[in-house]
Protein backbone atom coordinates (compact mmCIF):
# COMPACT_ATOMS: atom_id res chain seq x y z
CA UNK A 1 0.00 0.00 0.00
CA UNK A 2 1.19 3.39 -0.81
CA UNK A 3 1.06 6.30 1.66
CA UNK A 4 -0.33 9.19 0.61
CA UNK A 5 1.19 11.53 -2.59
CA UNK A 6 2.89 14.59 -1.38
CA UNK A 7 2.59 17.59 -4.16
CA UNK A 8 5.14 20.04 -4.47
CA UNK A 9 3.54 23.69 -5.24
CA UNK A 10 5.42 25.46 -7.62
CA UNK A 11 6.40 29.15 -7.10
CA UNK A 12 5.59 31.34 -9.80
CA UNK A 13 9.23 32.86 -11.19
CA UNK A 14 8.11 36.41 -10.02
CA UNK A 15 6.93 36.29 -6.92
CA UNK A 16 10.62 34.01 -6.44
CA UNK A 17 12.50 36.72 -7.69
CA UNK A 18 10.45 39.67 -5.64
CA UNK A 19 11.43 37.61 -2.67
CA UNK A 20 15.49 37.37 -3.32
CA UNK A 21 15.10 40.61 -4.17
CA UNK A 22 13.77 41.84 -0.78
CA UNK A 23 16.70 39.62 0.69
CA UNK A 24 19.35 40.73 -1.34
CA UNK A 25 17.62 44.28 -0.70
CA UNK A 26 17.77 43.70 3.20
CA UNK A 27 20.87 42.40 3.41
CA UNK A 28 22.32 45.66 1.70
CA UNK A 29 21.09 47.72 4.13
CA UNK A 30 22.16 45.54 6.98
CA UNK A 31 25.58 45.52 5.97
CA UNK A 32 25.94 49.39 5.65
CA UNK A 33 24.26 49.77 8.85
CA UNK A 34 26.45 47.01 10.74
CA UNK A 35 29.52 49.37 8.69
CA UNK A 36 27.89 52.70 9.85
CA UNK A 37 27.85 51.84 13.33
CA UNK A 38 30.80 50.24 13.72
CA UNK A 39 32.57 53.71 12.66
CA UNK A 40 32.93 53.24 8.66
CA UNK A 41 30.49 55.72 7.54
CA UNK A 42 32.17 56.60 4.20
CA UNK A 43 32.52 52.24 3.75
CA UNK A 44 29.23 51.90 4.31
CA UNK A 45 28.53 54.84 1.72
CA UNK A 46 30.75 53.21 -0.48
CA UNK A 47 29.07 50.02 0.29
CA UNK A 48 25.47 51.52 -0.81
CA UNK A 49 26.47 53.45 -3.74
CA UNK A 50 28.23 50.65 -5.15
CA UNK A 51 24.85 48.41 -4.63
CA UNK A 52 22.65 50.70 -5.63
CA UNK A 53 24.88 51.19 -8.89
CA UNK A 54 25.31 47.58 -9.81
CA UNK A 55 21.26 46.89 -9.49
CA UNK A 56 20.47 49.85 -11.39
CA UNK A 57 22.93 48.97 -14.43
CA UNK A 58 21.79 45.20 -14.43
CA UNK A 59 17.91 46.18 -14.67
CA UNK A 60 18.77 48.52 -17.77
CA UNK A 61 20.68 45.79 -18.93
CA UNK A 62 18.37 43.03 -18.71
CA UNK A 63 15.64 45.55 -19.75
CA UNK A 64 17.66 46.81 -23.06
CA UNK A 65 19.50 43.88 -24.18
CA UNK A 66 17.12 40.95 -23.52
CA UNK A 67 14.17 40.22 -26.02
CA UNK A 68 12.35 37.14 -27.06
CA UNK A 69 14.73 35.76 -29.81
CA UNK A 70 11.69 34.37 -31.94
CA UNK A 71 9.98 37.83 -32.10
CA UNK A 72 13.26 39.28 -33.29
CA UNK A 73 14.02 36.59 -36.14
CA UNK A 74 10.02 35.94 -36.91
CA UNK A 75 9.73 36.98 -40.79
CA UNK A 76 5.89 37.08 -41.31
CA UNK A 77 4.00 39.29 -43.80
CA UNK A 78 2.68 42.28 -42.15
CA UNK A 79 -0.96 41.84 -42.96
CA UNK A 80 -0.57 38.36 -41.22
CA UNK A 81 -1.10 37.97 -37.18
CA UNK A 82 1.83 36.62 -35.44
CA UNK A 83 0.46 32.94 -33.76
CA UNK A 84 -0.16 32.80 -29.82
CA UNK A 85 2.74 30.08 -29.78
CA UNK A 86 5.08 32.65 -31.03
CA UNK A 87 4.57 35.34 -28.47
CA UNK A 88 6.40 35.12 -25.55
CA UNK A 89 4.93 33.92 -21.49
CA UNK A 90 4.61 37.37 -19.93
CA UNK A 91 4.99 36.26 -16.70
CA UNK A 92 8.09 34.89 -16.96
CA UNK A 93 10.02 37.07 -19.05
CA UNK A 94 13.49 37.90 -18.34
CA UNK A 95 12.86 41.68 -18.04
CA UNK A 96 10.23 41.08 -15.77
CA UNK A 97 11.86 39.02 -13.43
CA UNK A 98 15.18 41.05 -13.20
CA UNK A 99 12.81 43.75 -12.55
CA UNK A 100 11.25 41.77 -9.47
CA UNK A 101 14.75 41.19 -8.52
CA UNK A 102 16.10 44.52 -8.79
CA UNK A 103 13.28 46.79 -7.53
CA UNK A 104 13.64 45.77 -3.60
CA UNK A 105 16.93 45.65 -4.07
CA UNK A 106 17.20 49.30 -5.52
CA UNK A 107 15.00 50.48 -2.56
CA UNK A 108 17.29 48.74 0.06
CA UNK A 109 20.13 50.00 -1.43
CA UNK A 110 18.33 53.37 -1.83
CA UNK A 111 17.40 53.69 1.69
CA UNK A 112 20.72 52.38 2.47
CA UNK A 113 22.33 55.56 0.63
CA UNK A 114 20.31 58.27 1.64
CA UNK A 115 20.36 57.32 5.11
CA UNK A 116 24.46 56.37 6.37
CA UNK A 117 25.95 59.17 3.98
Known sequence: MRGPSLRR?????PLAAALFGVL???????ISAWLWRTGAPQLANMT???ALLAALACLAA???LDGPARIR?????????LPAS???RDSETVPLLAAC???PL???AGAAFLLFR
Open 62 to 64: FAL
Open 9 to 13: ASVPA
Open 86 to 88: WWP
Open 73 to 81: RARVPIDRA
Open 24 to 30: LGTATFL
Open 48 to 50: AEA
Open 101 to 103: VGA
Open 106 to 108: VLG
